[in-house]
C-alpha cells in the first residue's frame, strides 16, 4: 500500500530549486532522507504537509490528493520538525492538553508512557528543556495519537548516543508492531545503518537516489590509492585520508579488474558523492 507519493514537487526560492522531487513510500518501512546542508530535505518535508507552499507538483497521503483532505490526512500523520519552540513559557502539560484537542484518536496512555520512557517532567517549560529533552517531548506528542505516518526532521538531533539507540528501538517496534511508516531526515548515517530499510537521497534539489539500503551500499565499493594523479577512471568522488586517497566506484565498474575495493557504509558514499564534481 502506498502510504505517501511524491510527483515532480518545485518549489524555487532565489537562490535555491526543489526540482521535480519525486518519491513514494510503502506502508510498514523506515525511510531515511539524507543530502548534506540546504540540499532540500526540509524544504521537502515541510512541503509535504502545506507548511511551504509548493509552487507545483502532486502530493498523495493514503491514495488521497492532501489539498482536498487536508484535515482527515493530519489526524493520520505525526510531524517532528526541529525542537518544541512553541508556548515556551507554558508547561509542558498545558501544551499537551492544548495539542490533544486536535487529534480525535489522542491516547493518554500512550502519551504518559513515552513521557516516562522519555523522563519527561510535565511541570517543566519547553524554555526549561535541554535540547534534547524537546525533541523528546516533540516526539511524545507526535506518536500518541495513533499517526500512521511519521514525518521527522532530524529527530536524533541532540541526543547522546544511548538516547539516539533508544529512540531507534521505539521507531522499529513502531514499524513491526504496528505497521507504521516513518520518513526521517538525518544527518547521522549510523543511525540509517541500523534501522532504515530504504533511503532517499537528495542533492542540489534532485532526488538522485531512492533504493533499499542494503542493494545502495552493495552498489558501490571503496579504492584506497596514494597518487592522485591515478585516480580511477569512472570514481565517483576522490577523499583525502592520512595516507593517500580513496574513490568511490561503482560496483558494477569493478568487474574484470585485478584490483581490491573495500566495502563501503553510507556514510563512505555520501562524503564521496558530495564531493563529485
Known amino acids: 500500500m502506498s502510504v505517501l507519493t511524491v ?16 518519491f513514494e513510500l510503502e506502508k510498514g518501512k523506515i525511510y531515511g532522507f539524507i543530502g548534506r546542508n540546504g540540499a532540500g530535505k526540509t524544504t521537502t518535508l515541510k512541503s509535504l504537509l502545506n507548511f511551504v507552499h509548493p509552487d507545483s507538483g502532486e502530493i498523495r497521503f493514503f491514495d488521497k490528493p492532501f489539498e482536498q483532505n487536508e484535515l482527515e490526512i493530519k489526524q493520520k500523520i505525526g510531524f517532528v520538525s526541529g525542537a518544541a519552540n512553541y508556548y515556551i513559557n507554558k508547561k509542558l502539560h498545558v501544551v499537551t492538553d492544548v495539542t490533544k484537542r486536535f487529534y480525535d484518536n489522542w491516547d493518554d496512555e500512550v502519551y504518559y508512557r513515552y513521557c516516562e520512557m522519555f523522563a519527561l517532567d510535565a511541570d517543566k517549560t519547553p524554555s526549561q528543556l535541554s535540547a534534547g529533552m524537546k525533541v523528546k517531548y516533540s ?3 507526535a506518536m500518541s495519537h495513533h499517526a500512521e505516518l511519521l514525518i521527522l526532521d532530524e529527530p536524533t538531533s541532540g541526543l547522546d548516543p544511548v538516547s539516539r539507540d533508544d529512540l531507534l528501538d521505539v521507531f522499529l517496534d513502531l514499524v513491526k508492531n504496528e505497521g507504521v511508516t516513518l520518513l526521517f531526515s538525518t544527518h547521522i548515517t549510523t543511525d540509517l545503518d541500523r534501522c532504515a530499510d530504504e533511503i532517499i537521497y537528495i ?13 545502495y551500499i552493495e552498489s558501490y565499493r571503496l579504492m584506497r590509492f596514494i597518487d592522485v594523479s591515478y585516480t580511477p577512471i569512472g570514481a565517483l568522488g576522490v577523499r583525502r ?19 581490491e575495493y573495500d566495502k563501503v557504509n553510507l556514510e563512505d558514499i555520501m562524503l564521496h558523492i558530495e564531493k563529485e564534481d
Open 241 to 259: 585520508e592520512r595516507n593517500g586517497f580513496t574513490a568511490l566506484i561503482p560496483t558494477s565498474a569493478t568487474s574484470g579488474r585485478e584490483m
Open 203 to 215: 542533492k542540489n534539489g534532485h532526488i538522485i537516489a531512492q533504493s533499499t539500503l542494503d542493494s
Open 139 to 141: 516526539l511524545a506528542l
Open 7 to 22: 510527483k515532480n514537487l518545485c518549489k524555487t526560492y532565489p537562490k535555491f530549486k526543489l526540482d521535480n522531487v519525486s
